[in-house]
């Protein structure tokens, strides 16, 4: 069969949990041009970075999200032949696995481990923990101890990531590729006569086709993590708006400017009619039974030929298509990418990806100076993020990258760093034959930033009722997510009296509130 693939717009999804974010979560956007680092971010025979002392040696840890990696050892000792050089810092590298990502995130915050820098974002409670106390204020350290990143982050950069009128982050300088839906095998499309996928019933027919047909392997096979890969595109295409409201906790739709369609999503008529698809989709086997316990993401199981779709982000396809063209050569894939209400892909604020200095950091300047060292080196950025060329990446005629022979995308994906984009370094051109190029395309024409983007909940004076009620939604979200329950209705009244119950009337009348000020004040 010839090689090739289909691209088909349509939603788009926020990550509502980590793995749409990332998925994702948290992964998100492609870099752009070259740049030099700052003049004296080297050190010196003095060891100094922009006239900063730095001849004591010091150790920073560093924790990203995204569980660590086979080849991590070897690029970062690649890493800290760099930052040695440029610093006079020796990295450590750690990583949160996806599983359970949310207590564990939280547990380092709150247990007084000795890390100096973690990944931060709107989706991890970054404006939440910084009331608490668990981050640096950075606003008057910038511009001694980050030259490059006070010289070209933008005004609008800044404004978009402040917390309480303070820099608390440092977000990813990146243009922002923000979507969510599925890789799907477009030959098997064909073959079976579904029609062309523009909408989730789209994807339904197609997961039905393969269901009948198909019988050595799944429409998908999610991970209990990606308990939303299903869902967001579906709510979104109905209307539901992301990036404006904490995600899996308050629905907020696409043409609302002032909260009027604020609820909660045990009460959201949209998610209501989501969770019920959801289960009917689940009933009819388009998943396992036991997704709730797979530790496994999508897109291993499509790579394999044991599934017919895997989820479809911006960095789902970057990271996997290549090595699925690679191994399968007579496929050809499709993507489906969510806009939403069917419009729009709404461009996310910057407080969405970014890295943050623990309050406890014995080392805050040096880790700040880490950071931006990274940042000043096109060749340092490149291997943080990509890995050792030749054992991770390759470069091919064309400029775009590829996988050398034996390589496997998964040894080194760069998640350690994944709160760094930064679009002034390009190491790659982009592959014409990916989803992403018509994607990207497309993006650049309807991207739009909604205008409640930039509001930030504060939550310190409901604390105790929020943290509450966010136990409450990692207890039900993922199990309605998949449709795996028995009674939709049940326990969405089991899950909305056990919201009101841990005080969301309380919380939503504190959201409404602030959000009327911001609106007032902007």
């Not at 910038?142 to 010289?151: C, D, H, R």
């Amino acid at each position: 069969m010839k090689k090739g693939v289909k691209w088909i717009s349509l939603t788009l999804a926020l990550g509502l949990t980590a793995s749409a974010v990332l998925g994702g979560c948290a992964k998100s956007d492609e870099p752009g041009a070259a740049t030099a680092g700052p003049s004296g971010s080297a050190v010196s025979a003095e060891k100094t970075y922009n006239g900063v002392d730095i001849s004591k040696e010091v150790k920073i840890k560093w924790m990203g999200v995204g569980g660590n990696q086979q080849d991590k050892d070897a690029v970062l000792a690649e890493i800290n032949k760099r930052l040695k050089e440029k610093v006079n810092v020796t990295l450590e590298l750690d990583s949160i696995d996806w599983a359970d990502w949310y207590n564990k995130y939280n547990l380092v915050l709150s247990s007084g481990e000795d890390y100096d820098v973690i990944y931060a974002a709107s989706w991890t409670d970054v404006a939440v923990q910084t009331r608490k106390g668990a981050f640096k204020d950075l606003t008057g350290m910038l511009e001694k101890n980050a030259p490059t990143i006070s010289k070209n982050w933008t005004e609008d950069t800044w404004n978009e990531s402040k917390i309480d009128g303070s820099v608390y982050m440092i977000p990813s300088f990146s243009d922002e590729y923000n979507w969510n839906g599925f890789l799907y095998r477009e030959d098997l499309r064909k073959k079976y006569n579904v029609p062309e996928i523009k909408t989730m019933a789209d994807m339904e027919a197609y997961f039905e086709a393969i269901k009948q047909n198909e019988k050595e392997m799944v429409p998908f096979k999610p991970a209990t993590d990606e308990s939303w890969t299903v869902l967001a595109p579906y709510v979104q295409e109905k209307g539901d708006q992301p990036d404006v409201t904490p995600p899996g906790i308050l629905s907020m739709q696409v043409d609302d400017q002032d909260g009027s369609t604020l609820a909660f999503l045990s009460q959201s008529p949209i998610y209501a009619e989501a969770f019920k698809k959801m289960k009917s989709w689940a009933d009819k086997g388009y998943w396992p039974k036991d997704s709730l316990a797979n530790k496994t993401e999508s897109c291993s199981a499509f790579k394999e030929g044991k599934a017919a779709a895997c989820q479809g982000g911006y960095w789902a396809i970057e990271l996997n298509y290549k090595e699925i063209m690679k191994a399968h050569p007579d496929w050809e894939i499709g993507s489906y990418a969510a806009k939403v209400g069917g419009k729009y892909f709404p461009k996310p604020p910057s407080i969405k990806n970014g890295v943050a200095i623990l309050n406890s950091s014995k080392n805050a300047e040096r880790a700040l100076m880490t950071i931006d060292a990274i940042y000043s080196d096109p060749e340092l950025w490149t291997l943080c993020m990509y890995g050792i060329q030749g054992r991770n990446y390759d470069i091919d005629a064309n400029g775009a990258k590829t996988l050398p022979e034996g390589a496997k995308s998964t040894d080194y994906e760069g998640t350690y760093f994944s709160g760094m984009r930064y679009k002034l370094v390009n190491p790659f051109k982009g592959d014409p034959s990916s989803p992403n190029a018509a994607l990207k395309e497309e993006y650049s024409k309807i991207a739009y930033f909604p205008k409640l983007g930039s509001f930030v909940f504060n939550s310190e004076p409901v604390k105790n009722e929020y943290a509450a009620i966010s136990a409450v939604k990692e207890k039900y979200n993922p199990s309605l997510s998949l449709g795996l329950v028995s009674d939709v209705d049940k326990v969405l009244a089991d899950y909305d009296k056990e919201m009101k119950a841990a005080g969301s009337e309380k919380v939503l009348e504190e959201y409404k509130k602030q959000m009327q000020e911001w609106l007032a004040k902007n």
